[in-house]
């Protein structure tokens, strides 16, 4: 079965700074990674996918993820911070298999201060 | 707007009640996923249909049960209420049979406050 892991239900950073959210799957099959973004009293919504191909992924509002095989990771980057971004952040991972379906993270919770 | 409809917004019920929560996909998704989010328990993945039919399933309890109907909306019934059901409820929607390389677009949840 796969599964993900978020190191740090809350991280906190500057507007300008760096954002770095942390995600470890596991898979006995290549995986599917996602990560979804909540803001708050709104549903998920995609904010980039690793299926095959490039392992540096780009998605919307600047940010990107490497899928590091070796590692098992996929970690959410953004180089600089807005206060827009503060919402709460999901790591996800799917197989490729009937009867498997989008499994999620714990959830970080990304807050912005000026 | 995800174009996912989910209904009712809210909903505050007693313990051992039910309710039937209600969920519209995007038109042309065939793929209706329900999920909970509660605070300790995270965003938890209950069921899936595809077309009408059953195609993974989760955590999901005895005391609930989902379908989806020929049109392709589903409904989430939940029994026998007890507090710890109270939950965020969303619904999600995809054409992919499977919750695999395609986007699932979220409704904006049910929220059910069960006292």
């Known amino acids: 079965a796969q599964s993900v892991t978020q190191l740090g239900s809350h991280v906190s950073v500057s507007e300008g700074a760096l954002v770095l959210l942390r995600c470890n799957y596991s898979?006995?099959?290549?995986?599917?990674l996602f990560w979804y973004v909540q803001y708050p009293n709104q549903g998920l919504q995609l904010l980039l996918k690793y299926t095959t191909g490039a392992t540096l992924v780009k998605g919307i509002n600047g940010f990107e993820a490497e899928f590091k095989k070796s590692e098992t990771s996929f970690h959410l980057t953004k180089p600089s911070a807005h206060m827009s971004d503060a919402a709460e952040y999901f790591c996800?991972?799917?197989?490729?298999?009937?009867?498997?379906?989008?499994?999620f993270g714990k959830g970080t919770t990304l807050s912005v201060s000026s | 707007d995800s174009g996912v409809t989910q209904t009712p917004k809210h909903l505050i019920t007693a313990t051992g009640q039910r309710v039937t929560l209600r969920c519209s996909p995007r038109s042309g998704d065939l793929s209706v996923y329900w999920y909970q989010q509660s605070l300790d328990q995270g965003l938890q993945f209950l069921i899936q249909y595809y077309n009408g039919e059953e195609r993974a399933k989760g955590n999901i309890l005895e005391r609930f049960s989902a379908q989806q109907f020929p049109d392709l909306h589903s409904e989430l019934n939940l029994s026998s209420l007890e507090l710890g059901d109270s939950a965020l409820y969303f619904c999600?929607?995809?054409?992919?049979?499977?919750?695999?390389?395609?986007?699932?677009?979220f409704g904006e949840g049910s929220r059910l406050t069960v006292l």
């Open positions: 996800a991972v799917s197989l490729n298999q009937a009867g498997t379906a989008l499994i």
């Open positions: 999600a929607s995809s054409v992919l049979p499977t919750g695999s390389s395609g986007e699932l677009f």
């Open positions: 898979s006995s099959v290549p995986p599917y």
